[in-house]
């Protein structure tokens, strides 16, 4: 059974720094999220992504976040300066045209900023 | 705004004992229902869904009826597993575009042998 992959499982950077979060939605799924969860708290919605746009956004998503769609199979969220409350686990996800309320989501990365 | 809210756990059962998990929305129009589960150390996976009154979702023995009159989605399971020992996430998604789903706080199921 098809499923989304991310990499890498787990990252740990210092302050500051910036990080590239992968993710290998499902081949024929055309909308892509990001969510995050902080340890103990609720999952929460980043962003979403369609036909290289971004279709909404939270207002966690500032401008230190950006996405991108490099080529036809990854999908990336880069925090360019990454901040102690970005820890968390960090999952993306995908849907279907047609059925895009169905979403099916990876294993996630958890980010640890020291 | 949108929101869910579910009971608070965790809770903790004996194997084969009845299982319910309450879960309330928020939501204006006609949001898509889901019930998802996350297995210590794993990711979430998608357990079942309905995306209209009345609709059951079910999967592995969990059921859960979208009840659009009390405005709820309540996950049951007649009898638990170990293996069911996992944290579940009641969850909604309005169909007013962007797609967003919106998550409950999430329920700690401990089964016990």
């Known amino acids: 059974e098809p499923e989304v992959t991310q990499t890498p499982s787990h990252q740990v950077t210092q302050m500051g720094q910036e990080v590239i979060l992968r993710c290998v939605p499902i081949?024929?799924?055309?909308?892509f999220y990001w969510y995050r969860q902080i340890l103990g708290q609720k999952v929460e919605f980043l962003v979403s992504?369609?036909?290289?746009?971004?279709?909404?956004k939270s207002e966690i998503f500032d401008d230190q976040f950006s996405v991108e769609r490099p080529d036809g199979s990854n999908f990336t969220l880069k925090i360019r300066s990454t901040k102690l409350e970005d820890s968390a686990m960090y999952f993306c996800a995908s849907s279907v045209s047609g059925q895009q309320e169905t979403q099916y989501f990876g294993p996630g990365t958890r980010l640890l900023v020291l | 705004g949108n929101s869910v809210t579910q009971m608070e756990g965790p809770v903790t059962l004996s194997e084969e004992a009845f299982l319910t998990i309450n879960c309330t929305y928020t939501a204006t129009g006609y949001p898509s229902l889901f019930w998802y589960v996350q297995y210590p150390g794993e990711g979430l996976q998608l357990l079942l869904k309905a995306t209209k009154a009345d609709d059951k979702g079910s999967n592995k023995g969990f059921e859960a009826t979208y009840r659009k009159e009390t405005t709820s989605f309540h996950l049951e399971k007649g009898s638990v597993q170990v293996s069911d020992s996992a944290v579940y996430f009641c969850a909604l998604v309005a169909n007013t575009g962007g797609f967003k789903t919106i998550f409950g706080a999430g329920t700690r199921l401990f089964v016990k042998a």
């Open positions: 992504f369609y036909n290289n746009e971004i279709s909404e």
């Open positions: 081949s024929n799924h055309l909308y």
